[in-house]
């Protein structure tokens, strides 16, 4: 097989593409599953952060300091220690630690502290004169979170959304390097180790096809729903 | 009838405590409109506020039609906050939501049904003259019509009370006046209480029944508006009037004045106060008709509307040999009830 030169990144008789694509579709499926619970989670964890931030009560203050420095931590470990150091947590949960499955906990753990930030950061971005008017008109606080909060930030967070699931699409190609199928996991054992150039070639251009259209619709999507 | 007795609220800022409101006595009775004036920092914002418990008064007790704010929590206060209306410099609409989506915020609130809320929003566009603009969103609104859309919105619940913080103060004279006219007429309309905060007035002489006076905290001076014109008597309160009613600054009469005594020495300068209907009459020329032998000229007038009828001002200088027609006219403006003021006599 020719694997110097450049024309070794244009052998496509060599790909199998019903792998190419049962691949792409692993790593559409490892991003969706993860990005909709990375979503809810890191919602629920940005409101927490919020609501708690700015109250007078000790207990508020408690909870917000525990919940930072739990996104914090989670937020600086790298990537692929995570996945690591989560190996006998996914084996208990997932009962394997191999397959798209498996990648499952470690891009939820690693992406929604991250998300939980830019939900905060979004939240606080809303003109407080905003949520005092809905006060004033005797809102409760879930009608204050549901009909004030979320609407008016929704922009920043689709955008925030947008930014975590392309950052996701990476973190699945990383977790495939060690077993986790997808295109990274395809790029890696017959692109890589069975020096096939064109099969790395076709899953980065895939990859990168993915994160284009992730941030085109994302883009779109807040367009259409900004209206300020 | 609102009720603020001995209230006083102190901030502990960073900087230390503040004492934002100091010993507020006020009663503010229904169906009229109340202004409360006073520069930025007086305390205005602290004190509407704590109408619909968005702060609480550290001392005191601040009540309405019996019930006293500063006592509720929870949900008591979310149902008294669903009887008073509130509108805001900024206006503070949620941009995500049409006009009307934004006019149905109050009544979702309120758990009013669907169909209810849709005849009640179409009613309020009407009343506040947006018809046609409902699937606006507020981004395409000029700041008139955001104003509009934040009076209806705070009429959603048919409050008892509507407050008003700075509400015109984002806005160009034009648009003041049109957003000042649209409370006047729902005051009428509606007959609710409505209590303006303002640093301009303007507003106060145009709408306002009644007015307090607030400096550093403290009520200094209240009263009918048309009295606190007519007769400011602490020194902020003449400033604030003069604001107004634009003797173009005292100063610059004065000027004129003494300019005047020079040039006719003889001459008796008197400042000449109208209000009401007097301020239609022609009293000045039946006076000159009276006294042919006075001369008259007109150093400074002005005259502005209020709620209790027109409110004026005249400096003129009379002149004659005859003390006795001087005194004449003096005495013939006396009773036709002008206000007479001998601003410099030649001895
Ligand atoms: N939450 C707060 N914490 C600390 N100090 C405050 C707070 N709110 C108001 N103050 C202080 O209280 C004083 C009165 O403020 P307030 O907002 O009532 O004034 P205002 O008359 O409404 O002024 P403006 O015309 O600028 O709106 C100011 O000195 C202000 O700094
Ligand atoms: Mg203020």
Not at chain 1, 99 to 118: N, V
Not at chain 2, 208 to 232: M, N, R, S, W
Not at chain 2, 323 to 338: D, I, N, P, Q, W
Request: charged share 20%.
């Amino acid at each position: 097989m020719n694997n110097n030169g450049l024309s070794s990144y244009f052998q496509f008789k060599n790909v199998d593409w019903s792998n190419m694509w049962g691949a792409t579709w692993e790593t559409v499926w490892m991003t969706l599953v993860s990005i909709i619970v990375v979503a809810i989670l890191g919602a629920l964890l940005g409101l927490l952060l919020f609501e708690t931030s700015n109250s007078e009560s000790i207990w508020a203050k408690v909870l917000n300091w525990i919940v930072s420095a739990f996104v914090n931590i989670f937020r600086s470990i790298p990537f692929i220690i995570l996945i690591v150091l989560l190996l006998p947590a996914t084996q208990a949960m997932m009962g394997t630690i191999i397959g798209p499955k498996a990648a499952l906990p470690s891009l939820i753990i690693s992406a929604a502290p991250f998300y939980a930030r830019l939900v905060e950061i979004a939240f606080h971005e809303i003109d407080h004169g905003v949520i005092e008017a809905a006060d004033s008109m005797g809102a409760t606080q879930s009608q204050i979170i549901s009909k004030v909060l979320l609407p008016e930030s929704m922009p920043a967070l689709v955008s925030g959304l947008t930014v975590t699931a392309i950052s996701l699409i990476g973190y699945t190609a990383m977790a495939g390097a060690i077993g986790a199928g997808g295109l990274g996991n395809l790029a890696y054992l017959d692109g890589f180790q069975a020096s096939n150039n064109t099969i790395t070639m076709v899953a980065t251009v895939i990859i990168v096809l993915i994160v284009f259209i992730c941030q085109f619709a994302g883009d779109l999507l807040v367009k259409r729903i900004d209206k300020r | 009838m609102i009720e603020f007795k001995d209230v006083s609220k102190t901030f502990i800022a960073k900087e230390g405590e503040v004492d934002a409101v100091k010993d507020v006595n006020l009663t503010i009775p229904d169906g009229k409109i109340y202004g409360i004036v006073g520069y930025s920092g007086a305390g205005k914002s602290t004190l509407i506020r704590m109408l619909n418990g968005l702060e609480f008064p550290t001392t005191g007790s601040v009540t309405i039609n019996g019930t006293e704010i500063s006592g509720l929590k929870g949900s008591k206060l979310r149902n008294q906050r669903l009887k008073i209306g509130m509108i805001f410099q900024h206006f503070n609409l949620l941009w995500s939501r049409t006009v009307f989506d934004n006019i149905a915020f109050p009544l979702e609130i309120a758990k009013v049904p669907k169909d209810e809320r849709k005849k009640k929003v179409q009613r309020l566009i009407e009343l506040v003259g947006l018809t046609g603009r409902e699937n606006a969103y507020p981004s395409e609104l000029s700041g008139g019509q955001k104003q509009r859309v934040g009076v209806a919105r705070a009429l959603a619940n048919d409050p008892e009370i509507l407050l008003s913080d700075e509400a015109t103060s984002a806005l160009d004279p034009q648009t003041t006046d049109e957003v000042l006219d649209l409370l006047l007429s729902i005051n009428k309309q509606l007959n609710l209480s409505v209590v303006v905060i303002t640093h301009e007035m303007h507003v106060i002489r145009k709408i306002c029944d009644q007015v307090a006076v607030l400096d550093a905290g403290k009520i200094v001076e209240q009263g009918p508006v048309l009295d606190v014109f007519k007769h400011p008597k602490q020194p902020i309160t003449k400033r604030f009037v003069n604001q107004e009613t634009g003797s173009t600054s005292l100063d610059d009469t004065n000027v004129v004045v003494s300019e005047l005594l020079e040039k006719y020495p003889n001459g008796v300068i008197v400042k000449l106060g109208f209000h009401g209907d007097q301020a239609q009459l022609p009293i000045v020329s039946s006076m000159l008709r009276k006294f042919p032998d006075i001369d008259l000229s007109i150093i400074e007038g002005n005259i502005h509307q209020t709620q209790e009828g027109a409110l004026g001002s005249l400096f003129v200088q009379l002149i004659s040999d005859n003390k006795e027609s001087v005194h004449g006219a003096l005495a013939y403006f006396t009773t036709m009830r002008v206000e007479t003021e001998v601003i410099n006599r030649e001895q």
